[in-house]
């Protein structure tokens, strides 16, 4: 095998570049003067293409990454006194550096236990019942990641199974889509179908992840939670003064379902790894492939033969292991040659063999 330098393309589907079809709505944007602050033709475009993807009246606000999206959101779901439950693994939890629980005002997250990183739903009531107090913040938003840190896909049937907790418990549902468009594509599901059929209050749909250079969208399904969200953004430093380059980006990739032609072939990508995987020896796939990343435990020795070949990966998510994240420019040519890869360190370096 031969070293080679910077082997970019599964360490994150945000590494990956900007969509055509986002880019060229970009260039189309870039034509002379404009509103700003979202007066703009571009951000009503927008807006009206994710009503009618989702088929209803929801109100949508656009804000540059998803830390700030789910922080605002959840935010804006109750009072700094109020918890959010999440799953233990949520990026809300592990990879926000506390931004949830600042732009809330230091109200507490709760953490829920699942198998392949989805909250099982008695977990969820446990956090609820556990205590009535004054002396515990009292429970108030579930926080769903669809698709999960662990690249695992919450069906309709176990959104509606989270849904039934938090009608009982009068508990709001936020969800965290960073990949809800591979989710989608997984399921085959209409959108509407994963967010207010299942009782979803606020949704915040990734872009970055999908294809554009940056942003994110806010999706309220409870429209009176919306109120003065505007402001929220605003005082975050979220509000883009010339927001029709976020808007524009999002219109590329909502006409003619470019986000869901993307969402599968990530996915499909992801599918292609996971085959060979699964049959690789020396290996193991750690979770079900259902949206476009491959977890694979592997033996320290094989990660870092596989990082001397020059891919890039990363391995502090979620459990562990080596994760393998496709995007929608991954090429069929990348996977195979990264599996030949994978297959040649692991043969030398097998899970469970000592010898490094
Ligand atoms: C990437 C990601 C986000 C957004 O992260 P930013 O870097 O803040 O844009 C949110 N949730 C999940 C599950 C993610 O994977």
Known sequence: MTTHAHRLHFASDNYAGICP???????????????????????????DLFRSLFECDCEVYFVFNGTA??????????????????????HVETDECGAPEFFSHGSKLLLAQGANGKMDPASIGD???????????????????????????????????????????????????????????????????????????????????NGLSVGEAVIFFDLAAAEEFAFRCKQAGQ????????????????????????????????????????????????????????FVQMSPAAIAALRDCGWHFYTFIGVG??????????????????AADLETCAGRHPLGCLDA
């Open 21 to 47: 079809e986002a880019l060229t709505a970009l260039q189309q944007a870039n034509d002379g003067y404009e509103y700003s602050y979202g007066d703009d033709r571009w951000t009503a475009e927008a807006c």
């Open 69 to 90: 999206a789910n922080s605002l959101a959840l935010a804006a779901l109750g009072q700094s006194y109020h918890s959010r439950i999440c799953h233990e693994h949520a």
């Open 127 to 209: 956090l609820v019942t556990r205590r009535s107090d004054i002396h515990y913040p009292k429970p108030r938003v579930v926080s769903i990641t669809q698709a999960t840190e662990m690249g695992t896909v919450y069906t309709p049937a176990e959104l509606q199974a989270i849904q039934a907790v938090a009608v009982r418990h009068r508990l709001k549902l936020h969800m965290d889509g960073a990949r809800l468009a591979n989710a989608i594509a997984s399921l085959e599901v209409k959108p509407r179908a994963v967010a207010q059929d299942s009782g979803i209050d606020v949704l915040c749909f990734g872009g970055s992840k």
């Open 239 to 294: 509000l883009a003064s010339k927001m029709r380059f976020l808007a524009a980006q999002w219109v590329g990739l909502l006409r003619a379902d470019a986000w869901l032609q993307h969402a599968r072939h990530a996915n499909q990508c992801a599918a292609l790894l996971a085959e060979r995987v699964a049959t690789m020896p020396g290996v193991r796939l750690m979770f079900p492939r259902q949206a476009n990343s491959v």
């Open 321 to 338: 292991g080596a994760r393998f994240m496709c995007s929608w420019s991954t090429r069929e040519a990348d996977v195979l040659a990264l």
